[in-house]
């Protein structure tokens, strides 16, 4: 039992220090959500990996429903279409696999939610620079390490975790918190 305790400790404290860092970032992150939803603008989530896989079920989230029966909200895993994904990887770059979908897909006004548990991923930083480019608003998930995002987006949230489980657990319960406010 001595290893779980220390997981389950481990966890706790980690959600504990980052609601206390970034409580206020996650609430404007929420807030301008809703409003781009509002608008009728749309939620652009990316992420390699496993931030790939929590960018795909937070676009879920939102254009089905989270807890309750609702309109579908605007959103767009640009993780999921393995067609453009691939061909932007071989006929250019990989880094550029969600930058240039943002440039065909976001307009000025929509959210671009990246994550990324390093903070250093060349695709999520060439996503953002091309998101601010086009006037989207810049939101970033990422680990304590993530000072390379800091200056390329409009809000920063970072996850104060020591390993890579524990920023992925913290990132997904920020992605539910995130959910369940714009979607009250």
């Known amino acids: 039992m001595t290893r779980i305790e220390a997981i389950f400790t481990e966890a706790i404290e ?3 220090a980052t609601l206390q860092q970034s409580a206020s970032v996650i609430r404007e992150a929420a807030d301008r959500m809703r409003r781009t939803i509002e608008a009728d603008g749309k939620i652009l989530t990316f992420g390699n990996g496993g931030s790939a ?4 079920h ?3 989230e939102f254009i089905n429903r989270f807890q309750r029966e609702r309109k579908p909200l605007a959103a767009i895993a640009l993780t999921t279409d393995t067609s453009v994904i691939t061909s932007i990887a071989n006929d250019s770059d990989y880094d550029r696999v969600f930058s240039r979908q943002i440039e065909a ?3 000025r006004g929509d ?3 990246g994550i990324s548990t390093s903070g250093r991923s060349a695709s999520v930083l060439a996503a953002f620079r ?3 480019s086009q006037g ?3 939101v970033a998930l990422v680990g304590p ?3 390379a995002v800091h200056d390329h987006v409009d809000l920063f949230i970072s996850a104060v975790a020591s390993s890579t489980p524990r920023i992925q657990e913290v990132h997904r319960t920020i992605l539910h918190v995130l959910c369940e406010l714009v979607e009250a």
């Not at 896989?53 to 795909?56: G, H, V």
Request: zero cysteines.
């Open 136 to 138: 989207l608003t810049t």
């Open 14 to 16: 980690a959600h504990r």
């Open 58 to 60: 937070v676009a879920a």
């Open 130 to 132: 091309q998101a601010r």
């Open 53 to 56: 896989a929590d960018a795909q």
């Open 105 to 107: 897909l976001g307009r």
């Open 145 to 147: 390490d993530g000072s």
């Open 111 to 113: 959210i671009a939610l």
